[in-house]
């Protein structure tokens, strides 16, 4: 089973940007729609962003729209997510997971979590 891996989070004051990257091993990696989701303490797992396997399609949570882009590179095999104006309300464990076929929202639709890297935006 392939196994998606975040990194980039970490501790960041109110207005700055973090980049996070997706990345994981296989060629097939390249066949799916990439999404980026985020848990915060005692709430659910929430759609952050995707792209579709060859970045024709986007989709952002209304609450992200403007602030966030996400990109991939096929060749290789990584999604990024570039943070920028951050907010408090954006600190939570931040997740990628791959979607076969068209792009989607919901995370019952994705598999190969990763362990999450986690964000912190202090006020």
């Known amino acids: 089973q392939v196994q998606l891996v975040e990194s980039g989070g970490g501790l960041v004051q109110a207005g700055g940007s973090v980049r996070l990257s997706c990345a994981a091993s296989?060629?097939?990696?390249?066949?799916?729609?990439v999404g980026w989701f985020r848990q915060a303490p005692g709430k659910e797992r929430e759609f952050v962003a995707v792209?579709?396997?060859?970045?024709?399609?986007?989709n952002y949570a209304d609450s992200v729209k403007g602030r966030f882009t996400i990109s991939r590179n096929n060749a290789k095999n990584a999604v990024d997510l570039q943070m920028n104006s951050l907010e408090p309300e954006d600190t939570a464990v931040y997740y990628c997971?791959?979607?076969?076929?068209?792009?989607?929202?919901?995370?019952?639709?994705?598999?190969?979590w990763g362990q999450g890297t986690q964000v912190t935006v202090s006020s």
């Open positions: 997971a791959r979607k076969w076929g068209a792009v989607g929202t919901r995370p019952s639709d994705f598999e190969s």
């Open positions: 296989g060629r097939s990696f390249r066949m799916y729609a």
């Open positions: 792209i579709s396997w060859n970045s024709g399609s986007t």
